[in-house]
Nanobody, 129 residues
Framework: QVQLVESGGGLVQPGGSLRLSCVGS????????MVWFRQTPGKEREGVAR????????LYGNGVEGRFTISQDKAKKVVYLEMSSLKPEDTALYFC??????????????????????WGQGTQVTVSS
C-alpha cells in the first residue's frame, strides 16, 4: 500500500526559504515518477517540479526554475522540494504525487494530474509579510 505524507509547509516572508518533504512508503524508488504540484483556491493543480527516481533527472514548471530544487533520498524514500526566493504568488497548497509508470515522467505528461495514482494530503505554504 502506497502512502505519501508531506511536511514542511508554513508561513514565510517574501524572499525566504522552505523545504518540503514527501515520504513515499510503499514505493520502490527504483523507477517511480515523483512530482510536486500546487493549487490555489479556484485554480487547477499545476506541476511545480518532478524527479524520476530511476536516474534523478528533474524538470521544473513555469516560474520556479532557479528558485526551487527537487531532490530525493532513495534510502529514506523521501523527495524534497527546496524553495528559495519565495514570492507571494508561491502561496498554495503543495501536494506530492507519485506513479510507478516511468512514462508519466515524460515532459509531455508529468504536469497532468490524471497520470498520477498516488497523492498526499497536501501541505500549506503561505508567503506573506
Amino acid at each position: 500500500q502506497v502512502q505519501l505524507v508531506e511536511s514542511g509547509g508554513g508561513l514565510v516572508q517574501p524572499g525566504g526559504s522552505l523545504r518540503l518533504s514527501c515520504v513515499g512508503s510503499g514505493l520502490t524508488f527504483r523507477s517511480d515518477c515523483m512530482v510536486w504540484f500546487r493549487q490555489t483556491p479556484g485554480k487547477e493543480r499545476e506541476g511545480v517540479a518532478r524527479i524520476y527516481t530511476g536516474n534523478g533527472l528533474t524538470l521544473y514548471g513555469n516560474g520556479v526554475e532557479g528558485r526551487f530544487t527537487i531532490s530525493q533520498d532513495k534510502a529514506k524514500k523521501v523527495v524534497y522540494l527546496e524553495m528559495s526566493s519565495l514570492k507571494p504568488e508561491d502561496t498554495a497548497l503543495y501536494f506530492c504525487a507519485a506513479d510507478a509508470t516511468p512514462a508519466n515522467c515524460a515532459p509531455a505528461r508529468w504536469m497532468d494530474t490524471q497520470n498520477f495514482a498516488y497523492w498526499g494530503q497536501g501541505t500549506q505554504v503561505t508567503v506573506s509579510s
